[in-house]
């Protein structure tokens, strides 16, 4: 389904994270101290998050990706709780980019040369069953295979195609996904996070102040997420031509350095 990318000098209004909830916190009695400079007041027992911040800081994060993704880099999507891991699908397939939905495997970053093993029988046996090749093997043996495709599949399936560690993350719910953080942490991949009232805002590099339990919430931020990546893909040739027309002729080089380049007249911001 075609859609209209987000205007990337305010890719999320005040107006739209009202409408979303996104304002809507944890319980006051469950809240974590350090998020106090993103929480505007308290109604009902529930902490209000200050929408002015998170559209703020939205935007810093979007710049970011965009301009991580335009030089090449991948952003790896993490949401194991249920009313996120469909978004997470959609959302990051629609970007070209990679996702974690189901339980987070110790060492999906760390040790990622393991993972990648993984990867590699998961093509096998896709490429046993396309072909023909458990057609000629014996009942028992075909569903011992699919049992283990189905299972590879299941929890690295949305790796795919993913060579190395990726050069970012972003985190549905960083309290929930705690292995994943500190595995990204220890390597030193950015993590971008919906990082809620009861959360530790230390653990991530860029904070975006918000409900990450509502559905609604959930799916616009991940959704302008995913447009900060394909905005991004879209950027990848003009950097690949400026770090031609940089380039003293006859000499190579390594990768561009990070411009941030607005198609819509805007003012980039590093």
């Known amino acids: ?29 469950r809240w974590n101290p350090k998020m106090r400079p993103y929480i ?7 902490h209000i998050v200050d929408l002015d911040q998170t559209a703020r800081l939205f935007k810093r994060a979007f ?13 790896l999507f993490v949401g194991t709780k ?9 959302e990051a ?29 998961l093509r096998t046996l896709e490429r046993m069953k396309e072909d023909g090749t458990y057609s000629q093997l014996p009942k028992k043996e075909t569903v011992q295979l699919e049992k283990e495709r189905t299972r590879l599949e299941k929890y690295i399936g ?3 195609g993913m060579g190395a560690v990726p050069q970012a993350i972003f985190v549905i719910d960083p309290a929930q996904e705690t292995i994943a953080v500190s595995e990204a942490k220890r390597l030193g991949v950015p993590i971008v996070a919906i990082t809620d009232t009861n959360c530790d805002p230390d653990m991530v590099d860029y904070v975006i102040p918000g409900n990450d339990d509502a559905i609604r919430s959930v799916r616009l931020i991940c959704g302008a997420v995913a447009d900060a990546c394909v905005y991004g893909a879209a950027r990848r040739r003009d950097y690949q031509n400026q770090r031609n027309d940089a380039q ?13 380049i607005y198609n819509r007249g805007g003012r980039g911001e590093n």
């Not at 710049?63 to 952003?75: I, K, M, P, W």
């Not at 110790?106 to 990622?112: A, H, K, R, S």
């Not at 003293?248 to 941030?260: C, I, L, S």
Request: no cysteine; charged share 25%.
């Open 63 to 75: 710049d970011f990706l965009s301009e991580t993704v335009a030089r090449g880099g991948s952003v």
């Open 248 to 260: 003293p002729q006859g000499q190579g080089g390594d990768r561009p350095q990070a411009q941030v």
């Open 82 to 90: 249920r009313q996120a891991q469909e978004i997470v699908r959609e």
């Open 93 to 121: 397939r629609r970007a070209g980019m990679y996702f974690v939905t189901n339980r987070w495997l110790g060492g999906t970053l760390t040790n990622f040369r393991t993972i990648k093993g993984g990867l590699d029988r």
């Open 40 to 46: 505007y007041g308290a109604r009902s027992g529930i």
């Open 1 to 29: 389904m075609n859609r209209t990318i987000r205007n990337a000098e305010e890719p999320l209004s005040v107006k739209e994270l009202f409408e979303a909830g996104v304002h809507f916190g944890h319980q006051t009695k």
């Open 158 to 160: 949305g790796l795919k």
